[in-house]
C-alpha cells in the first residue's frame, strides 16, 4: 500500500514548526515531542516519549506540578480548551523559562478518545521584557515620589529627606544598604552622612568619618570624572581596586552602584546601593533613572549650603567676620532668660577715638584696624559658648557665659593688653597708639537678669572708663 504523502507533509509540519508540539495519551504520557519541544526543553524525544516522568522534570515543585497535571486532566478528560495559559518549567540545564500554552484533545475516526495536543509559544523574552518595563515604570513611581518630597524642602527638612529617599531606594532595589557619601572641601578625605540599612545589615555611619580618598583611588577617580561606578559582582574587581575590594568584602556587599553627585559640572560625592549577601546588576534604564535621584539630592545639597551660608551671613559682620548685632542681641536673650546656676559676664569694648584715626588714614585703614582688633577679641573669647559680636561702629562685645566678675576682668585686660602692643599708629590718641576701653558687668549664678540690665551696666562701665582717661578696664556685678 502507497504511503499517503499528505501524511508525511504534515507529520514533516509538526516536525519542524517552530513552537513546542506534542500529544499526550489519555494516562498523560507523551506520545509526541517535536524538535521544538527537545530545544526548548532540553530533553530528547527518547527520553520522554512513552513515559509521564517528563512533568516531573519540567515542574519539579509538587504543588505546582499537580496543578498543571489538573489542567491536563481537565483537556483530556473533561473537554476543557486552553489558550494562553502560562507556566514555568525548569529546562534540563535548569534554567526557567515561561511557556504559553495551546491544547484541546482528539479523537480518531470512530470517535475514541486518543488524548490531547499541546502547543508551546516559548515567551521568556517576552515576559522578562514586559517585567522590567513594569519594574522601569515602578521606579519611575519612587522617583517621582522622591521629587515631590524634595519639592520646596527647608534647609532643616533636608537630611531627614535624604533617608527617606534611601529607604525608598533600598527596598525597592532589596538592597542591604543605601547611603549618601560626601567629598571634604580639601578633596583629601570624605564622609558617609547619610544612610539607610535593611534589617540586619550592619550600618557604618559612625565608622566611616574621614576615610582618606586616595585610599580608594579606583572608586574617587571614577567619580571625580562623574563616571557611575557599578560593580556586579565585587570578586570581579580588577587589581588596582584591591582596597576598595576588601572594604567591600569586609561589609558584605556582593554587588554595588555609586552614582556621583554632582554641583556646579563637578562631583563632590555619590549616591550609593550596596547588595548584600546576593549579586545584583542594573540595567542602564534603571542607572539613568537613579542619576535622576542623584541630581535631586546634589541640587538639594547644594541648595542647603547656600541657604546654610546665607543663614551663616545673616548673622555675621561682614568686615569682621564676628556675630552682628543682631545675633549679639538673640545669644544675649538666650543668655538671660534660660534658669541659669553659672555665672555670667559681658564685655562692652569701643576703640578710643577712633573717629579721629579713620578721617586721619582714610576708610581702608580705619577698617583694617576693625579687623585687627576684632582678632584679638576672637583669641581671647575663644570657647565654644563664648560670642564675639560688633556691636556698631568701632564698639565691640563679648558674652562669656559661666565666667565670674574676675574671671571676665582678666580676659578684659588681656584684650586691653594685646591692642595696645599691636602699635598701631594712633597720633590724636594719648599713647599715640590705637587702645581700646572696656566695661564689664556681671552677674552671679542662679540669678536672673534681663538682657537690658547686664547691658545698661556694661555700658555705664565702659563710659566710666572713657571719662577716668580711656585704655583701661572698668567693671561691676549686679
Known amino acids: 500500500m502507497a504511503a499517503d504523502p499528505s501524511g508525511c507533509f504534515h507529520s514533516q509540519i509538526i516536525e519542524y514548526a517552530p ?10 504520557r507523551v506520545t509526541l515531542w517535536n524538535r521544538a519541544a527537545e530545544r526548548i526543553s532540553g530533553y530528547s524525544r527518547e527520553e520522554v516519549v512513552g513515559h509521564a516522568s517528563i512533568w516531573e522534570w519540567l515542574f519539579p515543585d509538587s504543588d505546582y506540578r499537580a496543578a498543571v497535571f489538573a489542567e491536563g486532566q481537565a483537556i483530556i478528560h473533561e473537554g476543557r480548551e486552553i489558550a494562553g495559559l502560562e507556566s514555568i518549567i525548569r529546562t534540563r540545564s535548569g534554567e526557567q523559562r515561561t511557556l504559553s500554552w495551546y491544547a484541546q484533545r482528539f479523537f480518531d475516526a470512530e470517535g475514541t478518545l486518543l ?6 509559544e516559548d515567551i521568556t523574552e517576552r515576559k522578562q521584557l514586559e517585567l522590567r518595563a513594569q519594574h522601569q515604570y515602578r521606579l519611575q513611581e519612587v522617583v517621582s515620589a522622591i521629587s515631590a518630597q524634595f519639592a520646596d524642602l527647608s534647609a532643616d527638612a533636608v537630611d531627614a529627606a535624604v533617608v527617606q529617599a534611601l529607604q525608598r531606594l533600598g527596598e525597592f532595589f532589596r538592597m542591604g544598604r543605601a547611603y549618601v557619601i ?8 570624605m564622609d558617609l552622612v547619610s544612610e539607610w540599612c535593611a534589617p540586619g545589615v550592619a550600618p557604618f555611619l559612625d565608622e566611616m568619618q574621614g576615610i582618606p580618598m586616595e585610599a580608594h ?50 562631583a563632590f560625592g555619590f549616591l550609593g546601593l550596596d547588595s548584600v549577601a546576593r549579586h545584583y546588576e542594573w540595567s542602564p534604564e534603571q542607572i539613568a533613572v537613579l542619576q535622576v535621584v542623584a541630581d535631586i539630592i546634589a541640587g538639594t545639597f547644594a541648595r542647603k549650603e547656600v541657604e546654610a551660608e546665607l543663614a551663616r ?42 573717629k579721629p584715626y579713620n578721617d586721619r588714614f ?42 565670674t566678675l ?17 602699635q598701631l599708629g594712633h597720633p590724636d590718641n594719648v599713647t599715640d597708639a590705637v587702645t581700646v576701653s572696656i566695661g564689664l558687668s556681671a552677674v552671679d549664678g542662679g540669678r536672673s537678669v534681663a538682657p537690658e540690665d547686664l547691658l545698661g551696666e556694661a555700658d555705664r562701665q565702659l563710659y566710666r572708663a572713657k571719662r577716668e582717661g580711656r585704655n583701661r578696664v572698668c567693671a561691676a556685678g549686679l
Open 217 to 266: 583611588g579606583w572608586v574617587t577617580r571614577q567619580i571625580r570624572q562623574g563616571h557611575p561606578v557599578h560593580v556586579p559582582d565585587v570578586g570581579a574587581l580588577p587589581e588596582t581596586a584591591v582596597v576598595e575590594q576588601a572594604e567591600f568584602r569586609r561589609q558584605d556587599i556582593e554587588s554595588l552602584l555609586l552614582i556621583p553627585l554632582i554641583s556646579d559640572q563637578k
Open 406 to 422: 574676675e574671671g571676665a576682668r582678666a580676659v578684659a585686660e588681656r584684650v586691653r593688653r594685646k591692642v595696645e602692643s599691636l
Open 362 to 403: 582714610g576708610h581702608q585703614r580705619g577698617d583694617d584696624c576693625l579687623r585687627q582688633v576684632a582678632e584679638v577679641l576672637r583669641a581671647a573669647a575663644h570657647r565654644p559658648t563664648d560670642l564675639v559680636a560688633r556691636y556698631g561702629g568701632e564698639e565691640f562685645a563679648c558674652i562669656l557665659p559661666d565666667t
Open 19 to 28: 513552537v513546542w508540539v506534542n500529544t499526550l495519551d489519555p494516562e498523560g
Open 313 to 354: 551671613q545673616a548673622r555675621v559682620d561682614g568686615l569682621t567676620g564676628l556675630a552682628n548685632r543682631r545675633e549679639f542681641d538673640a545669644v544675649l536673650e538666650r543668655e538671660c532668660g534660660s534658669r541659669r546656676e553659672v555665672n555670667l559676664a559681658l564685655l562692652m569694648i569701643d576703640i578710643d577715638h577712633f
Open 182 to 189: 560626601c567629598f571634604r572641601p580639601d578633596h583629601e578625605t
Open 115 to 120: 488524548g490531547a495536543s499541546v502547543m508551546g
